[in-house]
C-alpha cells in the first residue's frame, strides 16, 4: 500500500465512521517502532506504522486509522481528545475502534541479549536470572543480603 492509497483509505473511513472529512495528510512513518500511528496536534496529520499493515493486515490497520481519526475530529472539535477523556472513549466505543493497538506477532530483536547470566547467593543458594551483567561488588542477595556470584553463562540460539 502506498501513502496515496493510504491517504484515500483515511478519507473514506473518516466519512463512513464519523461524516466528517479528513481535510490533512496521513502518511506511513517508517520511524514509528513501538505504535500503531500517532496524531499530530501541530500539523493535524497522521502517521502509521507500516509494519502493522504489512504483518497484521487490512483490519488492523483499519482499527488504528479509527482510532487516530478520534483524536483527530475531537482535537478539532475541541473536545477531549486525550486516551483518558470521555469523549474520546465514547467516540472510540461508537465507531468500534480499538483503544490499543495489537502487539506485533513478530519482537523486534534490537536489544535483546543473547544469552542468560545465573547469579546465586553465596550463603543462602538464592537463584538470581538476568540477561544483563550485574555488578557483584554492588549488588547482594535480597534475601538475606550475602554476596553474590556468577554461576552460569547460557548461550541463546536464535
Known amino acids: 500500500m502506498t501513502n496515496e492509497e ?9 466519512w ?17 517502532r513501538t505504535t500503531g500511528g500517532r496524531y499530530l496536534l501541530s500539523t493535524h ?7 502493522y499493515y504489512d504483518l497484521m493486515g487490512l483490519d488492523e490497520l483499519v482499527g488504528i486509522i ?3 481519526l478520534c483524536h483527530y475530529h475531537l482535537h478539532l ?4 481528545y486525550q486516551h483518558k477523556d470521555a469523549d474520546f472513549k465514547s467516540l472510540l466505543k461508537m465507531v468500534g475502534g480499538p483503544r490499543y493497538c495489537s502487539p506485533l506477532p513478530v519482537e523486534s530483536k534490537r536489544g535483546k541479549s ?3 547470566l545465573i547469579y546465586s547467593c553465596v550463603s543462602c543458594k538464592q537463584q538470581y536470572t538476568r540477561r ?18 556468577l554461576e552460569e ?6
Open 153 to 158: 553463562v547460557i548461550q541463546m540460539d536464535k
Open 77 to 80: 472539535l475541541n473536545k477531549g
Open 66 to 68: 479509527k482510532h487516530e
Open 45 to 51: 496529520n497522521i502517521e502509521i506504522n507500516k509494519t
Open 132 to 149: 544483563k551483567r550485574m555488578d557483584i561488588k554492588k549488588y547482594v542477595c535480597g534475601k538475606c543480603k550475602g554476596r553474590l556470584k
Open 114 to 116: 543473547k544469552k542468560i
Open 16 to 32: 463512513d465512521y464519523f461524516k466528517r472529512s479528513f481535510e490533512h495528510k496521513a502518511i506511513f512513518n517508517p520511524r514509528l
Open 6 to 14: 493510504l491517504q484515500k483509505l483515511v478519507e473514506n473511513i473518516s
